[in-house]
């Protein structure tokens, strides 16, 4: 391997060192995604990508998404901005229709689990940072899922769950007008397996925010269970917090991850570019283990 990378924590996180000149070039991307799907999140310093690089660092690792599954309030189809690089910002200036959305980041989730196929990985890269606060937490939900006991996770891997946008959203947003819990719950839900058994054969939690309800359970149960397993997987051996510095670059696996942001002041202007790469397979529940007869 043509680079060198150190681990952030024992779970999660690898901090890579490449130049610039050698992320894009694309020689290193199989490596790179390899260890991106390893360790979850990989964090590269100094890097200073405009939005270009940032688009041909993507397009070196996945399919780089150019559309959006998010509707706007006119319910069009907003488009992932600028040839697939979004401003992401709470300044409505900035960015006049993510801003609706955004505050949900600052709590647990994972992107895109309105979709059949959820966004394999993001790049995130920061033009503008807030006083105070802001940094980005990643929970890796494979070691989170790899250290449940083996009855539950043969228990889960039976469980799909039911993900709304009003979950996503209405924790974040106790305050919301009548009108925006009715846009929220106008959006497409999506039944999602609880376990993920990737084509890797590795198996990880489906957790986020947007987690509404384990399907055929009573409300009650399933409440406690998706805090309980949040509880669980949140825990900071399985977390690994960034703190930015401008010329950062940080990518993570969004099917095996879940983020956040952490609160800043509302009136930063907090700026960050972002390139999400499209999902490549669905979510797909574990194989039960046949039992054969002796
Ligand atoms: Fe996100």
Not at 88 to 111: I, K, Q
Not at 182 to 204: D, E, F, I, T
Not at 281 to 286: D, F, I, K, S, Y
Request: aromatic residues 8%; charged residues 25%; contains cysteine.
């Amino acid at each position: 391997m043509a680079f060198t990378s150190t681990p952030l924590t024992p779970r999660i996180g690898s901090e890579v060192r490449l130049d610039k000149a050698a992320l894009l070039g694309g020689a290193l991307a199989s490596d790179i995604r390899e260890l991106l799907v390893s360790r979850g999140v990989l964090v590269f310093r100094g890097l200073h990508l405009d939005d270009e690089e940032l688009r041909t660092a993507a397009r070196s690792l996945g399919d780089l998404r150019i559309g959006s599954a998010k509707r706007a309030a006119d319910g069009k189809v907003l488009k992932e901005g600028e040839e697939g690089v979004l401003k992401v910002s709470l300044d409505p200036e900035v960015n006049p229709e993510y801003a609706r959305y955004l505050f949900g980041n600052l709590l647990w989730h994972m992107d895109g689990t309105y979709e059949q196929v959820p966004p394999f990985a993001t790049l995130f890269t920061p033009y503008c940072l807030s006083q105070e606060g802001g940094d980005t937490m990643f929970a890796s939900t494979y070691a989170a899922y790899e250290d449940l006991p083996a009855e539950e996770r043969e228990r889960l891997g039976t469980l799909r769950v039911v993900h709304t946008m009003q979950a996503a959203l209405f924790p974040a947003k106790r305050d919301c007008t009548p009108e925006e819990f009715a846009m929220w719950s106008s959006y497409p839900q999506r039944s999602h397996p609880l376990v993920w058994q990737h084509k890797s054969g590795r198996k990880s939690l489906v957790l986020s925010t947007s987690a509404a309800w384990v399907e055929g359970m009573h409300p009650a149960e399933s409440h406690d269970l998706l805090q309980r397993l949040m509880a669980h997987a949140t825990q900071e051996k399985y977390t690994y917090r960034h703190q930015w510095q401008l010329g950062d670059l940080a990518i993570w696996d969004n099917t095996g991850m879940m983020h956040r942001a952490m609160p800043f002041e509302a009136a930063s202007k907090r700026e960050f570019h972002r390139c999400t790469l499209n999902g490549e397979e669905a979510v797909t529940a574990p194989e039960r283990a046949v039992e054969t007869a002796a």
